[in-house]
């Protein structure tokens, strides 16, 4: 069956930057794209971006140009998220989720367990 | 502001049906863009619930279905349990923002 395990919580500095990862298994890793979604305290979630491990590249929200970088280790199975110049805002739990594409539109078909990412001085 | 819109809660008594609504546009359900449903139960990560408008994955029970209908989506729920009790979040992608998108989410509180 397939499993996303990611990386340990996480507390930053404002200004710093966090890099989470997410460990695929039970699966062909390159036959997919992976995406990272997040989750401040009490609010929904938020699509911040994807990559496609067998091509190298992928796309991102809007909102996260320049701060994020999604990048992927096909010899480990992993996917990874970085997000720089943090501030309190990005305080919240980042799920990574495995993309099922469709003509009409992709969906996460498997999730991560979560990492909390906690931003504060 | 969610670009998707849905009610912040709904509730029901056990053995009853709810339905939960999503809102969209013309740049994302209306533009034919399949709509899909996730459960949160507290504390946990989502869990895919609903994929391309109404079908439901291996293990989950029938008593949830989905619908879509010009720019908007419903998730129903029959047959209420208290193990229902959860978050719910409807999902599409938009063309002008080139990306998924999601709903606020819903609060489903079974009585």
């Known amino acids: 069956q397939v499993q996303l395990v990611q990386s340990g919580a996480e507390v930053k500095k404002p200004g710093s930057s966090v890099k989470v990862s997410c460990k695929a298994s039970g699966g062909t890793f390159s036959s997919y794209s992976f995406s990272w979604v997040r989750q401040a305290p009490g609010q929904g979630l938020e699509w911040m971006g994807r990559?496609?491990?067998?091509?190298?590249?992928?796309n991102n929200a809007q909102k996260f140009q320049g701060r994020v970088t999604i990048t992927a280790d096909k010899s480990t199975s992993t996917a990874y998220m970085e997000l720089s110049r943090l501030r309190s805002e990005d305080t919240a739990v980042y799920y990574c989720?495995?993309?099922?594409?469709?003509?009409?539109?992709?969906?996460?078909?498997?999730w991560g367990q979560g990492t909390l990412v906690t931003v504060s001085s | 502001q969610s670009v998707l819109t849905q009610p912040p809660s709904v509730s029901g008594a056990p053995g009853q049906r709810v339905t939960i609504s999503c809102t969209g546009s013309s740049s994302n359900i209306g533009a034919d863009s399949d709509v899909h449903w996730y459960q949160q139960l507290p504390g946990t990560a989502p869990k895919l619930l609903i994929s391309?408008?109404?079908n439901r994955p291996s293990g989950v029970p029938d008593r949830f279905s989905g619908s879509k209908s010009g720019t908007s989506a419903s998730l129903a729920i029959t047959g209420l349990q208290a193990e229902d009790e959860a978050d719910y979040y409807c999902?599409?992608?938009?063309?002008?923002?080139?990306?998924?998108?999601f709903g606020g989410g819903t609060k489903l509180t079974v009585l």
């Open positions: 391309g408008n109404n």
């Open positions: 999902q599409s992608f938009d063309s002008s923002l080139s990306g998924p998108i």
């Open positions: 989720a495995r993309d099922k594409g469709g003509s009409s539109g992709s969906f996460f078909e498997y």
């Open positions: 990559i496609i491990p067998i091509l190298g590249i992928g």
